[in-house]
């Protein structure tokens, strides 16, 4: 379960990243200085081929997709929330176990969905 959620935590919070905030990729460079906690299969998360990066929605899946679990200090979602368009291009999510995640705010082509659920 995902619940909407906006608002700016004051202290260190947890985010799942699938695309190019992901380790290797041009956008990780905004927490690389973050702490690394795992890596991470994010239930009922489908990904979508938007070209040069992936888009998340919720929906029931039959595989979990992949992510990169990161530590994020509360300075740091003023920058993320601006890369990922909120609240117009993404939408910022929290799921029951308290880890963050953009979900994509817009309809999408069922054919742009990644049958693996894993970027790069």
């Known amino acids: 379960m995902y619940i909407l959620d906006e608002s700016t935590p004051n202290s ?3 985010l799942a990243v699938y695309g190019t905030l992901k380790k290797g990729y041009g956008n990780h460079r ?3 200085d973050c702490k690394f906690v795992k890596e991470y299969k994010l239930k009922n998360i489908q990904l979508y081929n938007l070209g040069f990066y992936p888009g998340a929605k919720i929906e029931e899946t039959k595989i979990p997709a992949m992510a990169e679990v990161y530590e994020i200090p509360p300075e740091r979602w003023e920058s993320l929330d601006w890369l990922e368009g909120v609240p117009y291009h993404y939408r ?3 799921s029951k176990n308290g880890i963050y995640i953009y979900i994509l705010n817009r309809q999408i082509s069922e054919e742009r ?3 693996i659920n894993k970027w790069g």
Do not use: A, G, T, V
Request: charged share 35%; no cysteine.
């Open 113 to 115: 969905k990644i049958i």
């Open 30 to 32: 905004l927490i690389e």
């Open 12 to 14: 260190l919070s947890l």
């Open 92 to 94: 910022r999510y929290k």
